[in-house]
Nanobody
Framework: QVQLVESGGGLVQAGGSLRLSCAAS????????VGWFRQAPGKEREFVAA????????NYADSVKGRTTISRDNAKNTVYLQMNSLKPEDTAVYTC?????????????????WGQGTQVTVSS
């Protein structure tokens, strides 16, 4: 079992940056791929980025590609989401999730464990 806790959200002006963290409990965190998803009010949850267990492979949604970097530090049981050049349309609750494999990382049904989410608000 893995428990996930996100942090790092907040209010930022357009063009600014935020680094979100996803801290996991348990000694087996390195066995899980991790994805970030976001959901804005009135919209469907959407994939943002994902990273394999060893951190060597990453995937990004087209909407954040070039502005966002996902990384992980397995020694610290933490996955990071560095977001730059933020836009008002990035405003959403960002949630991390863990999966035992990296098949279809954009699909939320692949993830068994979810955090509670952290709010990101980008003002224009």
């Amino acid at each position: 079992q893995v428990q996930l806790v996100e942090s790092g959200g907040g209010l930022v002006q357009a063009g600014g940056s935020l680094r979100l963290s996803c801290a996991a409990s348990g000694r087996t965190f390195s066995r899980y791929a991790v994805g970030w998803f976001r959901q804005a009010p009135g919209k469907e949850r959407e994939f943002v980025a994902a990273i394999t267990r060893n951190g060597l492979v990453t995937n990004y949604a087209d909407s954040v590609k070039g502005r966002t970097t996902i990384s992980r530090d397995n020694a610290k049981n933490t996955v990071y989401l560095q977001m730059n050049s933020l836009k008002p349309e990035d405003t959403a609750v960002y949630t991390c999730a863990a999966a035992s494999d990296y098949v279809g990382p954009q699909d939320p049904v692949r993830y068994a464990y979810w955090g509670q989410g952290t709010q990101v608000t980008v003002s224009s």
